[in-house]
């Protein structure tokens, strides 16, 4: 089972996120920070404007004085009275003040109950405030008109039916008092007109008390506001919390992509598919001595002594070395790392010699500046006694140039004959560099097996591990020894275009200066 990363490893995996996936991150936010905006600037503008009515208790709706003796009873007469608002009684009313169709349960309303009070508060929200204050004082308006017209209602209901009564009342009254008007009244006349004044004095006291109810339905406490500015958050406050959400995006994105990415990064790891970095160079295509490792020093020279200490740790002299491109973007890039390692080597007082092996016209001979002549295919293809001219660059190694055989050189490098000359290099020198094609190619192969071992020459941030991964595989079932990696790191926009003839032509002498010299009995 997988292990979960280490609080370190996430730490770095993030750091390298920020650092290498920044366009990704800022991209990313302003992205949605802009989809936000957009968003934001389409939804519609809504105001609200908010009303309070204060409710008294009135005859016919839910909040009489009855209802009113009571905690309870009043929070839930209460919620009955708010739910007026929103009925169609109420609504058309409305729409009878605002001369507007208006529906039943409009959504741009809403109504609640502060608790423990006899208000009903009234929300509309409209697309204006002028209109949002407008409709909002029409709901009240229309609530309170409402519930007048209820109270008045029951109240008229009740003192027409008490009138009638008390007519009836009155009626018998008048029946009674004048059978009792007699010099002999009977004792039931007598109580009949009692009992009918009775009734009738009851019921003028209660249509006395009737038409004494009050009927006023309530009072705005609070009058419609208005609004002063837009409901919600305010735009540039929801763009950056747009802009905040596409940063921890993009943030996420970056970090996965970092995880998922397969191409090499040697400044951050120790070795690529158990492969060592022996170092991460400049590619150094630019014009002047960028390209050259040279006996000043300087920071390519810095970076070639932490390869050339790898070197020596993977393979103690006396050893020959390949150096091959892992593929063919990278093959000049390989020729200019074998070159530079000799130097290096050369500097810190080892005898080396660098041969060309790599099938290219000029390649290595732009590189040292040492001309061409008889060497490595000549060699090989004489068959009497090895003898192998070398020549002395400027920097202090010896040379083994191409030759001038041409192609029929491919066939004779897995000959016994190669492995011959290489050997009479290497009981002449310490270290023997020699600078080959890609790794791809049989040709390296056949020189590699005639070798100590592979230093493979990667581009940083550009070769993909797996590419890696499926070369060690494959030269390790030939039986290859691959000692290291040598990562090559480019500038943003540095691509192999340039010709290098220019920068040699400039730094490296020609055969025939002082510091280059042909060893007049070979090596």
Not at 219 to 225: D, F, G, I, L, M
Not at 278 to 291: E, F, H, S
Request: some cysteine; glycine content about 8%; hydrophobic content about 45%.
């Amino acid at each position: 089972m997988e292990s979960l990363p280490t609080e370190e490893v996430r730490l770095g995996l993030l750091a390298d996120a920020m650092r290498n996936r920044w366009r990704t991150i800022v991209l990313t936010a302003l992205l949605v920070g802009a989809l936000g905006a957009l968003v934001v600037l389409r939804l519609p503008v809504a105001y609200t404007s908010t009303t309070d009515v204060l409710l008294n208790p009135t005859p016919g709706n839910a909040l009489t004085t009855d209802s009113s003796r009571s905690g309870d009873q009043i929070n839930v007469a209460m919620q009955t009275e708010a739910g007026l608002v929103k009925s169609p009684p109420v609504a058309d009313i409305v729409a009878v003040a605002m001369r507007e169709k208006i529906e039943a349960a409009a959504s741009e309303v809403e109504v609640s109950v502060p608790p423990n009070t006899q208000i009903v508060r009234i929300e509309y929200t409209g697309d204006s405030p002028r209109t949002a204050q407008r409709f909002a004082s029409a709901y009240a308006d229309a609530l309170l008109q409402y519930r007048r017209n209820q109270a008045e209602s029951n109240v008229t209901g009740q003192l027409d039916l008490l009138k009638q009564q008390s007519d009836t009342a009155s009626a018998g009254l008048k029946k009674a008092a004048a059978s009792a008007g007699g010099t002999d009244p009977s004792a039931e006349a007598v109580a009949q007109v009692q009992l009918y004044t009775n009734r009738l004095a009851t019921l003028q006291d209660q249509i006395g008390t009737l038409e004494a109810t009050p009927v006023a339905p309530g009072t705005v406490v609070t009058p419609a506001s208005l609004a002063t500015a837009k409901d919600g958050l305010p735009v540039v406050l929801l763009v950056v919390v747009a802009v905040l959400l596409g940063l921890v995006l993009g943030l996420g994105l970056a970090i996965w992509r970092e995880r998922t990415d397969d191409h090499i990064r040697s400044a951050a790891d120790a070795d690529v598919e158990s492969l060592s970095v022996m170092g991460l160079v400049p590619a150094g295509l630019g014009n002047g001595n960028q390209g050259i490792v040279t006996k000043d020093g300087g920071a390519l020279a810095d970076a070639y002594r932490g390869v050339r200490a790898s070197l020596f740790a993977q393979a103690p002299a006396p050893a020959v070395v390949v150096v091959a491109g892992l593929d063919e973007t990278l093959e000049r890039a390989g020729h200019r790392v074998a070159v530079n390692l000799a130097t290096s080597i050369a500097v810190s007082g080892h005898s080396v010699c660098l041969v060309d092996a790599t099938l290219a016209d000029g390649s290595i001979e732009e590189l040292t500046g040492v001309e061409g002549g008889y060497g490595l295919a000549d060699a090989i293809a004489d068959s009497g006694p090895v003898r192998v001219p070398v020549a002395e660059a400027w920097g202090g190694y010896h040379v083994v140039t191409g030759g001038s055989v041409g192609r029929s050189i491919r066939e004779q490098l897995a000959s016994n004959r190669l492995r011959e000359v290489l050997d009479h290099l290497a009981a002449r020198h310490e270290y023997v560099v020699v600078a080959a094609p890609v790794i791809s190619l049989s040709e390296t192969n056949e020189l590699a097996l005639a070798s100590t071992g592979v230093v493979l020459v990667a581009a940083d941030r550009r070769s993909l591990r797996d590419d890696v991964r499926r070369t060690v595989r494959r030269v390790g079932h030939l039986g290859i020894s691959v000692l290291g990696l040598v990562s090559v790191q480019y500038a943003r926009r540095e691509h192999e275009a340039p010709v290098v003839a220019k920068q040699v032509e400039d730094t490296a002498p020609v055969a025939g200066s002082e510091d280059l010299r042909v060893a007049k009995g070979g090596a």
